[in-house]
């Protein structure tokens, strides 16, 4: 087993040792995400990463010796802060590839489908403005799609896991093998999106609203 697999395993222990008081916590968070993921997903991914760290590295403590110029209660604050800030620049990072990514298969299947009618859209000038344009847009339109996506994705199966927790299910059901109960997360993401949306539009809306003028009684 890798050494990541072993830390995802000693998180998932870590949830289901807590019991209900974990569980209730992990739904909370959950829910925020499949709500208002797009805007908190980079303060729920630290948060949780605070936690997981605090309660996993107390026994790196000893491994390192006596001689740390520290506490053990301090050691694990400073580890767990540390972890906190490297969890949200790598989920950053991760959608912003992610979005990059999606750009290119976007476009090499747009250049592949293009030469299929002999058009060619790398070498014509016009049409190769047409398509940086395009990149342009989409990669601006995927960098605020897929926080959206991710976080009603994992806020979903956040919240399936905390229910299973609560209710004494096996929780590997979620793994996508042994079960497809994983496969669900995919509606909720999709009705987290719709939320989202809808979430976004209401704030549009009073922002374009008219400020009422305050009427003055001499």
């Known amino acids: 087993m890798t050494d990541a697999a072993e830390v995802g395993s000693d998180a998932m222990n870590t949830l289901v040792q ?35 760290a605090y309660s996993m590295v107390g026994p790196l403590y000893d491994w390192l010796g006596a001689d740390l110029p520290m506490t053990q209660s301090m050691f694990q604050l400073i580890a767990a802060v540390a972890v906190a800030v490297i969890s949200v620049s790598v989920a950053e990072m991760a959608m912003r590839f992610l979005a990059a990514g999606l750009v290119y298969v976007v476009i090499t299947n747009l250049i592949a489908s293009g030469r299929q009618f002999d058009i060619d859209l790398e070498g014509d000038a016009f049409l190769s403005g047409v398509l940086t344009l395009l990149a342009f847009f989409l990669s601006f339109g995927f960098r605020r799609l897929i926080p959206a996506l991710m976080a009603g994705l994992v806020g979903t199966l956040g919240m399936m896991l905390s229910v299973y927790v609560v209710l004494g299910w096996p929780v590997s059901r979620l793994n996508g093998v042994d079960a497809p109960d994983a496969y669900l997360a995919f509606v909720g993401m999709l009705a987290s999106a719709y939320l989202q949306w809808k979430h976004i539009k209401s704030e549009r809306e009073k922002e374009m609203e008219p400020e009422v003028e305050k009427e003055y009684i001499f």
């Open 18 to 52: 807590g019991g209900p008081m974990y569980a209730i916590a992990l739904f909370g968070l959950s829910l925020l995400l499949v709500v208002e993921g797009r805007k908190r997903i980079p303060m729920t991914v630290g948060l949780v990463g605070f936690l997981l």
